[in-house]
């Protein structure tokens, strides 16, 4: 029994809350409830790992001085995630976003809103909870680099049972990814001091 604490602990210890900064820029001209929305699936994505999203709001309609905010250096934990209007012109227009990644992640990624607009009206999930989800997929990608899982948040492509899921609020990282990523960002917060 003087072992179970400390088993416990085991198990919590790797899971510490770490805090990932995401700098939107809104190129798509979102309303304050569908970007108040977004972030809100993000974060139920990211939270049941343990991970507190921190959001600057670089461009749109939630921006606030964003010269104080959003320029400067890009620290380790912090993620760019641009939202564009259009969809890239290639084979896969139904892709919703990419991150320009490595083994290790990377820093930028972009979610394409008419893509993800169309795959909700396929899925009838609400527009702005499944913009949500794939921004904190790309921003996963970002941590995690650029790999897909077998199931969860980081699925190479979503299906119907996902998108129940994600309707309520309920898709997120794997165990191991969320350990990953927990672990990514302590590394980085471990840096900054």
């Known amino acids: 029994m003087k072992y179970l604490g400390w088993i416990l602990w085991l198990g919590w210890a790797p899971c510490a809350a770490q805090t990932l900064v995401i700098g939107l820029y809104d190129y798509s001209d979102?309303?304050?409830?569908?970007?108040?929305?977004?972030?809100?699936?993000?974060?139920?994505?990211?939270?049941?790992?343990?991970?507190?999203?921190?959001?600057?709001?670089?461009?749109?309609?939630?921006?606030?001085?964003?010269?104080?905010?959003?320029?400067?250096?890009i620290q380790d934990n912090e993620i760019v995630v641009g939202l564009q209007p259009g969809g890239r012109r290639s084979s896969n227009d139904d892709k919703m976003g990419s991150a320009i990644v490595n083994a290790e992640g990377g820093t930028?990624?972009?979610?394409?809103?008419?893509?993800?607009?169309?795959?909700?009206?396929?899925?009838?999930?609400?527009?702005?909870?499944?913009?949500?989800?794939?921004?904190?997929?790309?921003?996963?990608?970002?941590?995690?680099?650029?790999?897909?899982?077998y199931a969860g948040l980081m699925r190479?492509?979503?299906n119907r049972k996902d998108a129940g899921e994600i309707s309520r609020l309920s898709l997120h990282l794997t165990k191991q990814e969320a350990r990953?990523?927990?672990a990514v960002l302590g590394a980085a917060a471990g840096r900054a001091e």
């Open 156 to 158: 190479g492509a979503w």
């Open 108 to 149: 930028y990624a972009t979610v394409f809103v008419s893509a993800v607009r169309a795959q909700a009206a396929r899925f009838g999930v609400a527009f702005d909870t499944l913009l949500g989800y794939a921004v904190a997929h790309e921003a996963g990608h970002c941590l995690l680099g650029p790999g897909h899982s």
């Open 30 to 73: 979102l309303s304050a409830k569908e970007t108040t929305r977004l972030t809100q699936a993000a974060d139920q994505a990211f939270g049941h790992s343990g991970i507190h999203v921190l959001w600057r709001h670089c461009r749109g309609v939630l921006a606030v001085t964003p010269e104080t905010t959003c320029h400067g250096e």
């Open 180 to 182: 990953k990523a927990v």
